[in-house]
Every structure is written in structure tokens, then in C-alpha cells.
Nanobody
């Protein structure tokens, strides 16, 4: 069983930056592909970015060039650096071990215009 705890969300103006962190415990973190999803009110939870155990990354089109996913296996932590934030990035952000039903509680990101 893997426990995931997200942090780093908040309120930011459009054009600003936030860095989300997700600390994992209870499993072998380095073996998992880790992902960040987001869910806005009334919408489905969708994949934002993911990083494999060999540091291959994927980004959804809407965040390419603005967001960067990274991981520190020594700290069992995955990060999401979010730059040039837009109001449409407003959502609750969740981290997950991709392919497993392990989810954090989420962290709220609100971008004001």
C-alpha cells in the first residue's frame, strides 16, 4: 500500500508559478511511473503529466512548455513545476502511481485572472 501526500497548491495570479510536491511512503517509489492529474468542478479527472522510472516524461498538450514534472527517488517525491499559469489551470491536483489505485488527497490550485 502506497500513501501519497500532495502539497504546494494555493491562489496565484495569472502568469504566476507554483510548485507542487507529492511525497510517497509505503512502497518502492522508484519502480513506479508517477503522474499528476487534475479535476475541475463538474469535469473529469484528467492526466496532466507523468514521469517513468527512467525519467521519460509525458505532458498533455495544454501544459507543454509551461509545466515540468520531475522526481527525486532519494526523497520519494515527485514534483510539478507550473509556470505561466492560466485561469483554466484552476483545479484540484492529484498525484498517483500510474496504473495503481493509489491517490493522494489532492491540493487545490486557483489561478485568478
Amino acid at each position: 500500500q502506497v500513501q501519497l501526500v500532495e502539497s504546494g497548491g494555493g491562489l496565484v495570479q495569472a502568469g504566476g508559478s507554483l510548485r507542487l510536491s507529492c511525497a510517497a511512503s509505503g512502497g518502492t517509489f522508484s519502480r513506479y511511473t508517477m503522474g499528476w492529474f487534475r479535476q475541475a468542478p463538474g469535469k473529469e479527472r484528467t492526466l496532466v503529466a507523468q514521469i517513468t522510472r527512467t525519467d521519460n516524461t509525458y505532458y498533455t498538450d495544454s501544459v507543454k512548455g509551461r509545466f515540468t514534472i520531475s522526481r527525486d527517488n532519494a526523497k520519494n517525491t515527485v514534483y510539478l513545476q507550473m509556470n505561466s499559469l492560466k485561469p483554466e489551470d484552476t483545479a484540484t491536483y492529484y498525484c498517483t502511481a500510474v496504473g495503481y489505485n493509489y491517490w493522494g488527497q489532492g491540493t487545490q490550485v486557483t489561478v485568478s485572472s
